[in-house]
Protein backbone atom coordinates (compact mmCIF):
# COMPACT_ATOMS: atom_id res chain seq x y z
CA UNK A 1 0.00 0.00 0.00
CA UNK A 2 0.52 3.38 -0.45
CA UNK A 3 2.06 5.16 2.44
CA UNK A 4 0.61 8.64 1.86
CA UNK A 5 -3.09 6.70 1.64
CA UNK A 6 -2.01 4.63 5.17
CA UNK A 7 -2.97 7.35 7.74
CA UNK A 8 -6.23 8.78 6.04
CA UNK A 9 -7.57 5.12 6.29
CA UNK A 10 -6.07 3.59 9.13
CA UNK A 11 -9.37 4.95 10.87
CA UNK A 12 -11.91 4.22 8.25
CA UNK A 13 -10.42 0.58 8.04
CA UNK A 14 -10.45 -0.34 11.33
CA UNK A 15 -13.87 0.88 11.94
CA UNK A 16 -15.33 -1.03 8.91
CA UNK A 17 -13.14 -4.02 10.14
CA UNK A 18 -15.22 -3.81 12.99
CA UNK A 19 -18.66 -3.52 11.59
CA UNK A 20 -17.90 -6.65 8.89
CA UNK A 21 -16.56 -8.73 12.05
CA UNK A 22 -19.91 -7.59 14.32
CA UNK A 23 -21.98 -8.86 11.04
CA UNK A 24 -19.74 -11.86 10.71
CA UNK A 25 -19.68 -11.71 7.02
CA UNK A 26 -17.48 -14.50 6.12
CA UNK A 27 -18.67 -15.50 2.94
CA UNK A 28 -19.57 -14.68 -0.06
CA UNK A 29 -23.27 -16.04 -0.87
CA UNK A 30 -22.69 -17.75 2.25
CA UNK A 31 -19.94 -20.03 0.84
CA UNK A 32 -15.90 -19.38 1.33
CA UNK A 33 -14.62 -17.33 -1.08
CA UNK A 34 -12.12 -19.91 -2.87
CA UNK A 35 -14.99 -22.17 -2.96
CA UNK A 36 -17.24 -19.61 -4.70
CA UNK A 37 -14.25 -18.94 -7.56
CA UNK A 38 -13.94 -22.53 -7.95
CA UNK A 39 -17.29 -23.46 -8.06
CA UNK A 40 -18.30 -21.17 -10.44
CA UNK A 41 -14.82 -21.59 -12.45
CA UNK A 42 -14.18 -17.79 -12.31
CA UNK A 43 -12.14 -16.64 -15.35
CA UNK A 44 -9.33 -14.89 -14.53
CA UNK A 45 -8.81 -11.56 -16.91
CA UNK A 46 -6.02 -11.97 -19.14
CA UNK A 47 -2.96 -10.19 -18.01
CA UNK A 48 -2.27 -6.79 -19.93
CA UNK A 49 1.33 -5.89 -20.37
CA UNK A 50 1.17 -2.03 -20.52
CA UNK A 51 4.61 -0.62 -19.63
CA UNK A 52 3.94 2.30 -17.38
CA UNK A 53 6.26 5.36 -16.88
CA UNK A 54 8.84 3.97 -14.16
CA UNK A 55 12.14 4.05 -15.49
CA UNK A 56 14.47 2.61 -12.32
CA UNK A 57 15.99 -0.54 -14.41
CA UNK A 58 17.45 -2.16 -11.33
CA UNK A 59 18.02 -6.14 -11.77
CA UNK A 60 16.90 -8.67 -8.89
CA UNK A 61 20.06 -9.31 -6.36
CA UNK A 62 20.25 -12.81 -8.65
CA UNK A 63 19.79 -10.63 -11.74
CA UNK A 64 17.64 -10.04 -14.36
CA UNK A 65 15.18 -12.00 -14.85
CA UNK A 66 15.73 -13.81 -11.58
CA UNK A 67 12.99 -13.16 -9.39
CA UNK A 68 12.97 -15.31 -6.17
CA UNK A 69 8.86 -14.82 -5.58
CA UNK A 70 6.43 -12.53 -5.52
CA UNK A 71 4.23 -10.09 -2.25
CA UNK A 72 0.93 -9.43 -2.03
CA UNK A 73 0.14 -5.80 -1.16
CA UNK A 74 -3.69 -4.38 -1.17
CA UNK A 75 -3.87 -0.71 -1.75
CA UNK A 76 -5.56 0.17 1.20
CA UNK A 77 -8.03 2.94 -0.83
CA UNK A 78 -11.57 2.10 -0.76
CA UNK A 79 -12.17 3.73 -4.68
CA UNK A 80 -9.32 3.43 -6.51
CA UNK A 81 -9.80 0.78 -9.60
CA UNK A 82 -7.29 -0.78 -11.28
CA UNK A 83 -7.01 1.56 -13.62
CA UNK A 84 -6.71 4.77 -11.41
CA UNK A 85 -4.16 3.11 -9.74
CA UNK A 86 -1.78 2.39 -12.92
CA UNK A 87 -2.56 6.15 -13.22
CA UNK A 88 -1.84 7.24 -10.01
CA UNK A 89 1.47 5.50 -9.52
CA UNK A 90 2.53 6.37 -13.61
CA UNK A 91 1.83 10.08 -12.16
CA UNK A 92 3.57 9.90 -8.53
CA UNK A 93 5.84 7.26 -8.01
CA UNK A 94 8.66 9.43 -7.90
CA UNK A 95 7.14 11.89 -5.98
CA UNK A 96 5.35 8.74 -3.19
CA UNK A 97 8.58 6.73 -3.65
CA UNK A 98 6.45 3.65 -4.70
CA UNK A 99 5.98 1.58 -7.67
CA UNK A 100 4.98 -1.92 -8.28
CA UNK A 101 4.74 -4.69 -10.88
CA UNK A 102 0.88 -4.99 -11.60
CA UNK A 103 -2.14 -4.05 -10.17
CA UNK A 104 -5.55 -6.70 -10.20
CA UNK A 105 -8.77 -5.51 -9.85
CA UNK A 106 -11.90 -7.63 -10.20
CA UNK A 107 -12.35 -6.90 -14.01
CA UNK A 108 -8.18 -5.88 -14.82
CA UNK A 109 -4.70 -6.98 -14.46
CA UNK A 110 -2.47 -4.34 -15.36
CA UNK A 111 1.82 -5.77 -15.99
CA UNK A 112 2.69 -1.71 -15.86
CA UNK A 113 6.84 -3.05 -15.38
CA UNK A 114 8.80 -5.71 -16.73
CA UNK A 115 8.93 -8.00 -13.96
CA UNK A 116 12.67 -8.82 -15.40
CA UNK A 117 13.44 -6.18 -12.78
CA UNK A 118 12.77 -4.90 -9.30
CA UNK A 119 10.57 -2.31 -8.27
CA UNK A 120 9.84 -0.17 -5.30
CA UNK A 121 7.17 -1.73 -3.51
CA UNK A 122 8.16 -3.02 0.27
CA UNK A 123 11.47 -2.58 1.67
CA UNK A 124 14.90 -3.05 0.02
CA UNK A 125 15.70 -6.56 0.80
CA UNK A 126 12.21 -7.59 -0.76
CA UNK A 127 12.42 -5.12 -3.08
CA UNK A 128 15.47 -7.01 -4.79
CA UNK A 129 13.71 -9.85 -4.60
CA UNK A 130 10.36 -9.89 -5.39
CA UNK A 131 7.33 -9.35 -7.88
CA UNK A 132 5.00 -7.60 -6.72
CA UNK A 133 1.12 -7.36 -7.48
CA UNK A 134 -1.16 -4.64 -5.98
CA UNK A 135 -4.95 -5.55 -4.99
CA UNK A 136 -7.67 -3.37 -5.63
CA UNK A 137 -10.70 -3.25 -2.95
CA UNK A 138 -13.98 -4.11 -4.09
CA UNK A 139 -17.61 -3.94 -2.69
CA UNK A 140 -19.68 -6.65 -3.04
CA UNK A 141 -18.70 -10.44 -2.56
CA UNK A 142 -18.83 -11.28 -5.93
CA UNK A 143 -16.50 -8.60 -7.36
CA UNK A 144 -14.17 -9.56 -4.09
CA UNK A 145 -13.84 -12.93 -5.15
CA UNK A 146 -13.28 -11.84 -9.21
CA UNK A 147 -10.60 -9.59 -7.47
CA UNK A 148 -8.83 -12.61 -5.67
CA UNK A 149 -9.01 -14.76 -8.65
CA UNK A 150 -6.92 -12.31 -10.81
CA UNK A 151 -4.99 -11.23 -8.15
CA UNK A 152 -3.87 -15.31 -7.55
CA UNK A 153 -3.75 -16.33 -11.44
CA UNK A 154 -1.18 -13.39 -11.34
CA UNK A 155 0.85 -14.98 -8.53
CA UNK A 156 0.77 -18.54 -9.52
CA UNK A 157 1.69 -17.17 -13.58
CA UNK A 158 4.71 -15.42 -12.34
CA UNK A 159 5.84 -18.27 -10.79
CA UNK A 160 5.40 -20.80 -13.35
CA UNK A 161 6.98 -18.04 -15.66
CA UNK A 162 10.03 -18.14 -13.86
CA UNK A 163 9.91 -21.55 -12.63
CA UNK A 164 9.65 -21.34 -9.20
CA UNK A 165 8.19 -23.24 -6.81
CA UNK A 166 4.95 -21.91 -4.81
CA UNK A 167 5.93 -21.92 -1.13
CA UNK A 168 3.96 -19.87 0.80
CA UNK A 169 6.11 -17.56 3.35
CA UNK A 170 8.95 -17.83 1.07
CA UNK A 171 8.37 -17.68 -2.69
CA UNK A 172 4.94 -15.40 -1.85
CA UNK A 173 4.83 -13.34 1.04
CA UNK A 174 2.24 -11.00 2.30
CA UNK A 175 3.99 -7.38 2.39
CA UNK A 176 3.10 -7.55 5.83
CA UNK A 177 4.89 -10.96 5.91
CA UNK A 178 7.86 -9.09 4.53
CA UNK A 179 7.92 -6.14 7.21
CA UNK A 180 7.97 -8.79 9.83
CA UNK A 181 10.54 -10.74 8.41
CA UNK A 182 13.52 -7.98 7.80
CA UNK A 183 12.10 -5.02 9.61
CA UNK A 184 12.34 -2.91 6.91
CA UNK A 185 8.53 -1.44 6.77
CA UNK A 186 5.49 -1.46 9.01
CA UNK A 187 2.83 -2.33 6.34
CA UNK A 188 0.85 -5.11 7.26
CA UNK A 189 -1.29 -5.49 4.13
CA UNK A 190 -3.42 -7.45 2.81
CA UNK A 191 -4.54 -8.55 6.29
CA UNK A 192 -5.66 -5.82 7.22
CA UNK A 193 -8.62 -5.75 4.13
CA UNK A 194 -9.11 -9.58 3.50
CA UNK A 195 -10.21 -10.22 7.24
CA UNK A 196 -13.24 -7.50 5.70
CA UNK A 197 -14.50 -10.32 3.93
CA UNK A 198 -13.47 -13.16 5.87
CA UNK A 199 -10.87 -14.11 4.11
CA UNK A 200 -6.79 -14.81 4.59
CA UNK A 201 -3.72 -14.64 3.70
CA UNK A 202 -3.52 -18.52 4.23
CA UNK A 203 -6.60 -18.77 1.95
CA UNK A 204 -4.75 -16.66 -0.78
CA UNK A 205 -2.10 -19.08 -0.82
CA UNK A 206 -4.60 -21.98 -0.84
CA UNK A 207 -6.28 -19.97 -4.23
CA UNK A 208 -2.62 -19.25 -5.74
CA UNK A 209 -1.74 -23.18 -5.13
CA UNK A 210 -4.78 -24.25 -6.92
CA UNK A 211 -3.68 -22.26 -9.71
CA UNK A 212 -0.43 -23.12 -9.88
CA UNK A 213 -0.80 -26.89 -9.96
CA UNK A 214 -3.55 -26.31 -12.47
CA UNK A 215 -1.67 -24.35 -14.85
CA UNK A 216 1.42 -26.46 -13.84
CA UNK A 217 0.10 -29.57 -14.85
CA UNK A 218 -2.83 -29.04 -17.40
CA UNK A 219 -1.91 -25.64 -18.84
CA UNK A 220 -5.56 -24.43 -17.74
CA UNK A 221 -6.98 -22.73 -14.43
CA UNK A 222 -9.64 -25.53 -13.44
CA UNK A 223 -7.58 -28.04 -14.99
CA UNK A 224 -8.83 -28.19 -18.14
CA UNK A 225 -12.33 -27.91 -18.56
CA UNK A 226 -12.85 -24.14 -16.60
CA UNK A 227 -12.37 -22.06 -19.64
CA UNK A 228 -14.91 -19.32 -20.42
CA UNK A 229 -14.10 -18.77 -24.50
CA UNK A 230 -15.38 -15.57 -25.41
CA UNK A 231 -16.29 -16.82 -28.02
CA UNK A 232 -18.47 -19.49 -29.79
CA UNK A 233 -14.70 -21.41 -30.09
CA UNK A 234 -13.15 -23.32 -27.78
CA UNK A 235 -9.98 -21.54 -26.38
CA UNK A 236 -6.92 -23.14 -24.55
CA UNK A 237 -5.27 -21.65 -21.69
CA UNK A 238 -1.72 -21.29 -22.58
CA UNK A 239 0.26 -19.08 -20.53
CA UNK A 240 3.56 -17.74 -21.74
CA UNK A 241 5.29 -14.77 -23.50
CA UNK A 242 5.20 -14.36 -27.70
CA UNK A 243 6.96 -11.97 -29.46
CA UNK A 244 5.35 -10.55 -32.05
CA UNK A 245 6.57 -8.50 -35.23
CA UNK A 246 5.04 -7.35 -38.74
CA UNK A 247 7.07 -7.91 -41.58
CA UNK A 248 4.74 -5.71 -43.83
CA UNK A 249 3.98 -2.60 -41.58
CA UNK A 250 4.86 -0.68 -38.63
CA UNK A 251 2.48 -2.46 -36.68
CA UNK A 252 1.03 -5.91 -35.40
CA UNK A 253 -2.61 -6.24 -35.85
CA UNK A 254 -5.15 -7.25 -33.64
CA UNK A 255 -8.20 -8.89 -34.17
CA UNK A 256 -11.56 -9.73 -31.35
CA UNK A 257 -13.86 -12.69 -31.97
CA UNK A 258 -17.77 -11.46 -32.00
CA UNK A 259 -20.30 -14.10 -29.79
CA UNK A 260 -20.52 -16.01 -33.60
CA UNK A 261 -16.89 -17.07 -32.88
CA UNK A 262 -16.16 -14.75 -36.37
CA UNK A 263 -12.62 -12.27 -36.53
CA UNK A 264 -12.62 -9.05 -36.57
CA UNK A 265 -9.74 -6.46 -37.15
CA UNK A 266 -9.67 -3.97 -34.09
CA UNK A 267 -9.61 -0.75 -35.48
CA UNK A 268 -7.83 1.45 -32.97
CA UNK A 269 -5.50 -0.32 -30.93
CA UNK A 270 -2.69 -2.80 -32.54
CA UNK A 271 0.99 -4.22 -30.89
CA UNK A 272 4.63 -2.55 -31.41
CA UNK A 273 6.53 -4.10 -33.59
CA UNK A 274 9.34 -6.69 -31.65
CA UNK A 275 7.00 -6.22 -28.26
CA UNK A 276 6.68 -8.69 -25.75
CA UNK A 277 3.23 -9.74 -25.01
CA UNK A 278 2.21 -12.43 -21.99
CA UNK A 279 -0.24 -14.91 -23.84
CA UNK A 280 -2.36 -16.91 -21.98
CA UNK A 281 -4.65 -18.83 -24.12
CA UNK A 282 -4.71 -19.50 -27.49
CA UNK A 283 -7.87 -20.74 -29.72
CA UNK A 284 -7.92 -21.38 -33.74
CA UNK A 285 -10.56 -20.00 -36.08
CA UNK A 286 -10.73 -20.32 -39.89
CA UNK A 287 -7.39 -22.37 -39.64
CA UNK A 288 -5.57 -19.53 -38.30
CA UNK A 289 -4.13 -20.14 -34.04
CA UNK A 290 -4.33 -16.96 -32.05
CA UNK A 291 -2.75 -15.70 -28.77
CA UNK A 292 -4.57 -13.68 -26.38
CA UNK A 293 -3.37 -10.66 -25.61
CA UNK A 294 -6.18 -8.56 -23.54
CA UNK A 295 -9.52 -9.42 -22.61
CA UNK A 296 -10.85 -10.11 -26.34
CA UNK A 297 -8.03 -9.18 -28.09
CA UNK A 298 -6.05 -11.65 -29.71
CA UNK A 299 -2.74 -11.64 -32.04
CA UNK A 300 -2.49 -14.23 -34.76
CA UNK A 301 0.43 -16.94 -34.60
CA UNK A 302 1.90 -15.67 -37.98
CA UNK A 303 3.10 -12.36 -36.39
CA UNK A 304 4.76 -14.56 -33.43
CA UNK A 305 8.97 -15.22 -33.65
ZN1 LIG B 1 1.95 -3.08 0.67
Redesign the pocket.
Known sequence: ?NKKRLGLYALLISMMSAMFLFFNVKTVNAMPVNDYIISNKIQPAAIQNREGTFNDWTPYENGVGKPEGIVI??TADNRASAEAEYTFFNNNWNTVQTYVHAVADDTEIINMHNTDYGVW??GPTANAKFIQIELCRTHTGDAFARSIANDAFYAASKLIQYNLPDTPGVTVMS?HQTSIKWGETT?V?PDTYFPMWGYSMNEMNDMIGYYYNNLKNTGSVYGGNGTNSPSNTPATNNANTINVANSKGNFVPLVTFDSQGNAKNVPNRALANHSAWYTDMTKDANGVTYHRVSTNEWVSSAYIY
Open positions: MHEGAHHD
